[in-house]
């Protein structure tokens, strides 16, 4: 079973820092595109970054840019999220997720469906 574990969330004031961390059980990592998506309460889950497998492919939601972003160390089966200048609407429950259509493209994609496999959730917590 696909098991992606996510850390690194926590409390932080605005304007502050966080780098999330997702590792992933799947073997063949290097050909999956991975996303970032967050939840906040009485909210839809959402798009906010993606890279594709051999991260020459990246996209961000409009509200992150500038501020996030997203890498992976296939060596180690992880992708991570850099956030900075980070703002109370980014209270969230951020997940990893992973797409493993991209066996056969170099892509990425913002829908949420799209996305085969998910961690559990990492809670960020930005105070004003």
């Known amino acids: 079973q696909v098991q992606l574990v996510e850390s690194g969330g926590g409390l932080v004031q605005t304007g502050g820092s966080l780098r999330l961390s997702c590792t992933s059980s799947i073997f063949t990592f290097g050909v999956y595109a991975m996303g970032w998506f967050r939840q906040a309460p009485g909210k839809e889950r959402e798009f906010v970054a993606a890279i594709s497998k051999s991260a020459t492919n990246t996209d961000y939601a409009d509200s992150v840019k500038g501020r996030f972003t997203i890498s992976r160390d296939s060596a180690k089966r992880t992708v991570f999220l850099q956030m900075n200048t980070l703002k109370p609407e980014d209270t969230a429950v951020y997940y990893c997720?992973?797409?493993?259509?991209?066996?056969?493209?170099?892509?990425?994609?913002?829908?949420?469906?799209?996305?085969?496999?998910w961690g559990q959730g990492t809670q960020v917590t930005v105070s004003s």
């Open positions: 997720a992973a797409d493993r259509r991209t066996r056969v493209y170099d892509g990425v994609d913002i829908r949420v469906y799209e996305y085969d496999y």
